[in-house]
Nanobody
């Protein structure tokens, strides 16, 4: 059974940093690719960062590359997103998600289609200018 619980969101000024956490279970960490997505009201979700099963490879959207780092601690069954040099346009609800995936030079393809099948409830990040 997949369980994903995010935390670590909050309000920060532009240029600041936050670290998001997603606590899951060993079943999820060992079986699925995991990623962070974000969404603002009225828009579709945006894939921010993905780590493949076991932490083999990482992928980032162009909008966060060089500023965000995805990592996972398998001993703690926890996925992280370290966010630095935050910008007001990073303001969104951030979700942790998981599913089977295929990865390669073109990026990540999720088993469930355009997005992963399993999602947490999200944590809000607000960046003020």
């Amino acid at each position: 059974q997949v369980q994903l619980v995010e935390s670590g969101g909050g309000s920060v000024q532009a240029g600041g940093s936050l670290r998001l956490s997603c606590v899951t279970n060993a079943y999820t960490v060992s079986r699925y690719c995991m990623g962070w997505f974000r969404q603002v009201p009225g828009k579709g979700s945006e894939g921010v960062a993905v780590v493949t099963t076991g932490g083999g490879s990482t992928y980032y959207s162009d909008s966060v590359k060089g500023r965000f780092t995805i990592s996972q601690d398998n001993a703690k069954n926890t996925l992280y997103l370290q966010m630095s040099s935050l910008k007001p346009e990073d303001t969104a609800m951030y979700y942790c998600a998981a599913d089977f995936c295929q990865s390669g030079v073109a990026g990540v393809a999720w088993y469930g289609g355009r997005e992963p099948r399993y999602w947490g409830r999200g944590t809000q990040v607000t960046v003020s200018s």
